[in-house]
């Protein structure tokens, strides 16, 4: 019986020069694909964000139609205003503190059993911190899904939200930079801007932060220019947005009010400064004089509480008839002015 011979392969082997070709041809390819992969990421965390926003201004819409009116930017019982007690409470809120308005849409956002339990500590009943007995009770969580933008990779566990609502102009007067820089001022003056609004004081927008059970959030009606031209909810960056949602979410050792909290920043952003303003991180610059650069500084009030996002070239918005639009940084600042303001008589389509 004949044997069988195995031979191996006689070629010749690969080179070093030949590997490192191949590796290097391959590194290409790679530095070539990768682009196209954050690209793909980008997109699907973009359209996660305005789902989130999309769901949360039907929230909106389904507390007026059980309420009558929109949820509170953020609620106090009594006002602050004239009482006394009504005062920094030491653990890193306000006394009477009943909750922003995402407590307020927690039960149109499947969050019922948690809304219940808040109903619980007093909401509804004057001079009850509901917040701060939340906190010790250990019964927020620290963040809901829907509560965060996946573009923003800022510390995810922190407590604090990426959605804030539009109260229009506001133009933050207690800055306390020690140089002070204040370019958007300008834009309080409608009639320069052939507008009709005549200061910043953040009320002509769809959500005013520190109402009370006297005075309830605004109504469809109250919308003059159109639900489809108002700006209701947009984005914003935990660490370079308004200062309150980095602060209200580090006080008491980390163990702060974030999101629920009346006074974190939720309730009024502005549409005074421009769309992606470059704020630096707070958590670069930590001096609250607002050194080196009140410019930058997220500490500045009257850059930092305007909308912003990481996305590529502008930040998504939910507008008050509930349609969610992608409004560009580079948006004419009259016209994004006009869509924050509810009743200016001027209102504007949609970019």
Same mark, same amino acid.
């Given at each position: 019986?004949?044997?069988?011979?195995?031979?191996?392969?006689?070629?010749? =082997?690969?080179?070093?020069?030949?590997?490192?070709?191949?590796?290097?041809?391959?590194?290409?390819?790679?530095?070539?694909?990768?682009?196209?992969?954050?690209?793909?990421?980008?997109?699907?965390?973009?359209?996660?964000?305005?789902?989130?926003?999309?769901?949360?201004?039907?929230?909106?819409?389904?507390?007026?139609?059980?309420?009558?009116?929109?949820?509170?930017?953020?609620?106090?019982?009594?006002?602050?205003?004239?009482?006394?007690?009504?005062?920094?409470?030491?653990?890193?809120?306000?006394?009477?503190?009943?909750?922003?308005?995402?407590?307020?849409?927690?039960?149109?956002?499947?969050?019922?059993?948690?809304?219940?339990?808040?109903?619980?500590?007093?909401?509804?009943?004057?001079?009850?911190?509901?917040?701060?007995?939340?906190?010790?009770?250990?019964?927020?969580?620290?963040?809901?899904?829907?509560?965060?933008?996946?573009?923003?990779?800022?510390?995810?566990?922190?407590?604090?939200?990426?959605?804030?609502?539009?109260?229009?102009?506001?133009?933050?007067?207690?800055?306390?930079?020690?140089?002070?820089?204040?370019?958007?001022?300008?834009?309080?003056?409608?009639?320069?801007?052939?507008?009709?609004?005549?200061?910043?004081?953040?009320?002509?927008?769809?959500?005013?932060?520190?109402?009370?059970?006297?005075?309830?959030?605004?109504?469809?009606?109250?919308?003059?220019?159109?639900?489809?031209?108002?700006?209701?909810?947009?984005?914003?960056?935990?660490?370079?947005?308004?200062?309150?949602?980095?602060?209200?979410?580090?006080?008491?050792?980390?163990?702060?009010?974030?999101? =629920?909290?009346?006074?974190?920043?939720?309730?009024?952003?502005?549409?005074?400064?421009?769309?992606?303003?470059?704020?630096?991180? =707070?958590?670069?610059?930590?001096?609250?004089?607002?050194?080196?650069?009140?410019?930058?500084?997220?500490?500045?009030?009257?850059?930092?509480?305007?909308?912003?996002?990481?996305?590529?070239?502008?930040?998504?918005?939910?507008?008050?008839?509930?349609?969610?639009?992608?409004?560009?940084?580079?948006?004419?600042?009259?016209?994004?002015?006009?869509?924050?303001?509810?009743?200016?008589?001027? =209102?504007?389509?949609?970019?």
């Amino acid at each position: 019986m004949p044997r069988i011979r195995f031979r191996w392969w006689s070629g010749r =082997a690969f080179t070093l020069i030949e590997l490192l070709v191949v590796i290097a041809i391959i590194a290409v390819l790679i530095g070539l694909l990768l682009p196209a992969v954050q690209k793909v990421r980008e997109a699907a965390a973009r359209m996660k964000c305005a789902n989130n926003l999309k769901q949360l201004g039907l929230a909106w819409h389904t507390y007026h139609d059980t309420n009558g009116y929109f949820p509170p930017g953020g609620m106090l019982n009594p006002d602050w205003g004239g009482d006394a007690a009504a005062k920094w409470d030491g653990q890193g809120g306000w006394q009477f503190d009943q909750g922003s308005w995402h407590v307020y849409v927690l039960p149109y956002m499947e969050q019922g059993n948690l809304y219940n339990q808040l109903q619980a500590l007093g909401m509804g009943t004057p001079r009850v911190d509901v917040i701060t007995r939340a906190v010790t009770a250990k019964i927020l969580p620290a963040v809901l899904s829907y509560q965060r933008c996946p573009s923003d990779g800022w510390n995810p566990n922190n407590n604090s939200t990426n959605y804030v609502a539009c109260t229009g102009l506001l133009n933050n007067g207690s800055d306390e930079c020690k140089t002070p820089y204040n370019p958007f001022q300008p834009y309080c003056n409608g009639a320069a801007f052939g507008g009709t609004w005549t200061n910043c004081g953040g009320s002509n927008g769809m959500s005013t932060n520190s109402e009370t059970p006297k005075t309830r959030g605004k109504t469809i009606s109250s919308v003059t220019d159109g639900l489809s031209n108002t700006i209701m909810l947009g984005e914003s960056l935990i660490d370079k947005g308004d200062p309150h949602l980095y602060s209200s979410s580090i006080e008491s050792g980390g163990n702060g009010r974030g999101w =629920a909290t009346f006074d974190g920043g939720t309730g009024y952003h502005s549409v005074l400064p421009p769309i992606n303003y470059p704020i630096v991180s =707070a958590s670069s610059m930590k001096n609250q004089d607002c050194t080196p650069d009140s410019k930058v500084n997220f500490w500045n009030w009257q850059v930092s509480h305007g909308f912003k996002s990481n996305h590529s070239g502008g930040a998504n918005f939910a507008f008050g008839d509930g349609s969610v639009h992608f409004l560009g940084q580079n948006i004419d600042q009259v016209t994004l002015i006009k869509l924050g303001i509810r009743n200016d008589g001027l =209102a504007v389509s949609v970019p």
